[in-house]
């Protein structure tokens, strides 16, 4: 269904859930994984080198498809970038063909209240649940190998995660 085209968005619920509230008993227990710190990385080895889809793809089913959800409209590109470089790049580095563009803060209704994730789609690490920054440990993807890593989160044009 993702490789067609049927789904259009792919979230998380992130449902932080602490070891004693899961281990209450299947059917006490409350329901979810943690997957905020895990899924870019999870979809990442599965659909894009799997083979299902692009990366542009999967950076629009997390990211495009769930705030359009929302009611949030990304800016129409402006087509006016013929060099094809991400902005802030050097000549030496040019973006790789459809790689999306970093956002041009020009075309931004509100510059001062910017959401940004800063991904490493090259990135090959292991799902370690001990280094999560959540509260819960609860994921079936611990000692999985992936590839595809967040490196910074910008809410609200404020840095709040960085492994930079």
Not at 29 to 48: D, R, T
Not at 53 to 59: A, F, G, V
Not at 61 to 88: C, F, Q
Not at 125 to 144: L, M
């Amino acid at each position: 269904a993702i490789a067609d085209g049927t789904v259009d968005l792919l979230a998380t619920d992130h449902a932080p859930h602490t070891l004693a509230e899961k281990e209450l008993g299947f059917l006490e227990a409350p329901n979810g994984i943690i997957g905020l710190e895990c899924a870019y990385g999870v979809c990442h080895k599965v659909l894009v080198d799997g083979g299902f889809i692009s990366d542009e793809r999967l950076i629009e089913l997390m990211s495009v498809g769930p705030a359009e959800l929302m009611g949030h409209v990304p800016p129409a590109p402006t087509g006016d970038d013929p060099d094809g470089v991400i902005a802030g790049e050097s000549d030496a580095q040019p973006q790789r063909e459809g790689v999306n563009r970093l956002l041009d803060l020009s075309r931004v209704d509100d510059a001062d209240n910017v959401d940004l994730v800063v991904l490493n789609a090259a990135e090959e690490w292991t799902v370690d649940p001990e280094q999560f920054h959540s509260k819960a440990r609860n994921t079936p993807f611990g000692g999985w190998q992936v590839t595809g890593r967040p490196l910074a989160t910008i809410i609200g044009s404020q840095l709040m995660f960085s492994r930079l």
